[in-house]
């Protein structure tokens, strides 16, 4: 079954340092993998996408994500945290062969701290 | 450019009570969706539908009930509602093997 795991539940950085948030899947074909992202009272928002090609997607707010099939992973980094980015974000990916359905991992809750 | 929009966005039931949750897109998207939100726990697919007609359930449909009748509604209905349904609800929708779009959310409170 399709599965997606972000191990760190909360994590706090520093305004202006980097940023990597975890992300891994189960998933037997080519996944199509998202970030999306959600302000407190708010609705999801697409980050970015992978779905086949070059590996390092690029995506919304200075995010970028890496996809590594040997991994199983797509993690999300950001070269330099701004306050307006603390949210809690989410990995997703989508099963093609049972009704499009997306898998959405716990989510990851940033803190940034001035 | 309304995308998915969701109403109401705040509701208090009762227990026992019944409520319609409204979703409408106007994207033309074939997929639609029904999420949970709980605290911790991610979003938990609760129905999903892949065109006007047709329904499925997801990992957590047990008291609610979905239906499709056209492509750009997708009214989910709690019939008998329990305090185990206190939850934010999100619908959403997509094109096959495209991003999903979410509306801004439904909190409702059962007590």
């Known amino acids: 079954a399709q599965s997606v795991t972000q191990p760190d539940i909360h994590i706090t950085v520093s305004e202006g340092a980097s940023l990597e948030l975890r992300c891994n899947y189960s998933?037997?074909?080519?996944?199509?993998l998202f970030w999306y992202v959600q302000s407190p009272g708010q609705g999801l928002q697409l980050l970015l996408k992978?779905?086949?090609?070059?590996?390092l997607v690029q995506g919304i707010k200075g995010f970028e994500a890496e996809f590594k099939r040997s991994q199983s992973s797509f993690n999300l980094r950001k070269p330099s945290v701004h306050w307006s980015d603390a949210a809690e974000y989410f990995c997703?990916?989508?099963?093609?062969?049972?009704?499009?359905?997306?898998?959405f991992g716990t989510g990851t809750s940033l803190t940034v701290i001035p | 450019n309304a995308g998915v929009t969701q109403t109401p966005k705040f509701r208090i039931l009762k227990i026992g009570q019944s409520m319609t949750l409204q979703c409408t897109q106007d994207?033309?998207?074939?997929?639609m969706y029904w999420y949970r939100q709980d605290p911790g726990m991610g979003l938990k697919l609760i129905y999903y539908?892949?065109?006007?007609?047709?329904?499925d359930k997801g990992e957590v449909p047990n008291g609610y009930n979905v239906s499709r009748s056209t492509t750009e509604d997708f009214p989910l209905r709690l019939e008998l509602a329990a305090p185990s349904q206190t939850s934010v609800y999100f619908c959403?929708?997509?094109?096959?093997?495209?991003?999903?779009?979410f509306g801004q959310g439904t909190r409702l409170t059962v007590v």
């Open positions: 998933y037997g074909a080519t996944p199509y």
């Open positions: 992978y779905f086949s090609g070059d590996t």
């Open positions: 997703a990916v989508v099963s093609s062969n049972t009704g499009n359905q997306f898998y």
């Open positions: 959403a929708s997509s094109l096959p093997r495209q991003a999903a779009f």
């Open positions: 994207m033309n998207h074939n997929y």
């Open positions: 539908s892949v065109g006007a007609g047709i329904t």
